[in-house]
């Protein structure tokens, strides 16, 4: 990663949180004072904020639309299956996670790992399946067309960024956000995740914003 879009990407991930914060869908957490319950790494909306319309397609070759996710807490990560280091700590992470909240916690609300992978060009439905599924039954891998992913990544507030390939080759990486986002049940965004991530941190603070939020 240069300097320029290392630059670009740490600037965003100060402004984002603030600003994806003014479109909301109304209150959705009950009255209380639960940010001082949450560690430093997360950001909760006062407001949930709407998630944008979208139509992408999961790693099954089925349709994966807003609907795809009601009635379930969803952590969503986008990156690509070639990413080298942030995406497979990143998703390790998020299924220690839900293990935790699974066994350790006894959650039986569904719970599912989201990871878009911003780099259709290479990852087709066949690698975002085997990636997934090495690390956890709950992952769901989707993506879509460039043109049809472009709006969505925009709407979320995600920068991925293709870079040139080294001469003579043609392999590239893609410089992307790296925050987590949680998604409520009612498809709202909830939470967002910055880094370090920690999976008993974020499954501590996963608990806290789940007792406090009102369907």
């Known amino acids: 990663m240069n300097a320029m879009n290392k630059a670009i990407l740490i600037i965003l991930a100060i402004t984002i949180p603030v600003s994806v914060g003014i479109y909301v869908s109304g209150k959705k957490f009950a009255s209380g004072d639960i940010t001082t ?37 969803t952590f969503w990560f986008f990156g690509f299956t070639h990413c080298p280091d942030v995406c497979p700590i990143t998703l390790s992470t998020l299924s220690a996670t839900v293990n935790q909240l699974k066994s350790t916690h006894n959650i039986e609300d569904e719970i599912k790992i989201i990871f878009v992978s911003v780099d259709p060009e290479r990852d087709n439905l066949a690698k975002l399946k085997s990636y997934t599924s090495s690390f956890s039954e709950y992952a769901l891998g989707v993506t879509a067309d460039a043109d049809q992913l472009a709006p969505f990544l925009k709407n979320m507030g995600i920068i991925a960024v293709k870079q040139l390939p080294r001469q003579g080759s043609s392999e ?10 949680l998604i409520a049940p009612d498809t709202g965004i909830s939470a967002l995740f910055s880094t370090p991530h ?9 608990l806290t914003i789940r007792k406090f939020y009102t369907r």
């Open 172 to 181: 590239y990486q893609v410089d992307h956000s790296s925050s987590i986002y």
């Open 37 to 73: 319950q949450l560690k430093q790494a997360t950001y909760l909306y006062d407001q949930q904020k709407a998630i944008a319309d979208f139509t992408l397609v999961d790693q099954h070759n089925n349709t994966f639309t807003p609907n795809s996710i009601k009635g379930a807490w």
């Open 198 to 206: 920690n999976a008993e941190d974020i499954a501590q603070d996963f």
